[in-house]
């Protein structure tokens, strides 16, 4: 059973607060002595509370002045160097927690329109985003090519290792490809190729053998490109 979250407020109940106070006294009296005993450390604790007369020392008086003096003896920067009080521990929690929930926001927005490009895949329309969505998909597309191209071009660079073959540098074969994709075209438009040519010229310039139009359209998107510039977004830096 799982224990219950305590409210971090003052407790207003007097039996319950003087309650809590011994408990949590108790508690914090043995953690300092577990502290020091495991990991060899000079320390002390010092409470002062309404219902006690006189305020609980741990170990000792003597220890406490020891410890106390110890610290004393330390340059004023030292000392200060990892001091908090409650405002500076409480400001500290509320940035670490702010700073979660941008990531934890930019995370869901990122799977939101993770999931709208998908549905786009399978035929959802376009129609009725907003220029927000728009672009975030497009610079979501943008980084998905890249990775892409990125996997296809490791993977040739191995295949090449492997078959004792130098492989090209990726920005020499992406002027390459660009050149044969504008010559295509420009065939194409003439009418100088034959769409039952499509296989055979433009598919073996490329090397893939199944060639067609899907294949040059896809290669327009080259990891090399600039694209993700046209993506300008705040929220996908």
């Not at 219950?4 to 106070?21: E, G, M, P, Q, Y």
């Amino acid at each position: 059973m799982t224990r219950k979250k305590v409210k971090l407020a003052f407790i207003t109940n007097d039996s319950a607060r003087k309650a809590t106070f011994k408990k949590r006294k108790k508690g914090l009296m043995k953690k300092v002595s577990e502290l020091s005993t495991l990991c060899g450390i000079d320390a002390c604790a010092i409470v002062y509370g309404p219902y006690d007369s006189h305020p609980e020392v741990w170990p000792d008086s003597r220890g406490a002045h020891r410890v106390l003096a110890q610290f004393k003896r330390m340059p004023e920067m030292e000392q200060s160097k990892k001091m908090v009080n409650q405002e500076s521990f409480i400001r500290h929690r509320i940035t670490k927690a702010a700073d979660q929930l941008k990531k934890l926001h930019k995370d869901n927005r990122e799977k939101e329109i993770t999931h709208l490009m998908y549905q786009c895949l399978t035929g959802k329309e376009l129609q009725g985003l907003g220029v927000a969505e728009l672009n975030d998909m497009g610079w979501l597309v943008d980084q998905n090519l890249k990775e892409i191209y990125k996997r296809i071009e490791g993977l040739k660079k191995a295949a090449g290792e492997r078959d004792g073959v130098e492989e090209k540098p990726v920005a020499d074969g992406s002027m390459q490809r660009a050149a044969v994709q504008q010559q295509w075209l420009t065939d194409q438009w003439m009418g100088n190729i034959n769409p039952s040519d499509n296989q055979q010229g433009v598919g073996g310039s490329f090397g893939h053998g199944s060639g067609g139009w899907d294949e040059i359209n896809m290669q327009f998107n080259d990891g090399s490109n600039h694209a993700a510039a046209m993506w300008a977004n705040g929220f996908f830096p």
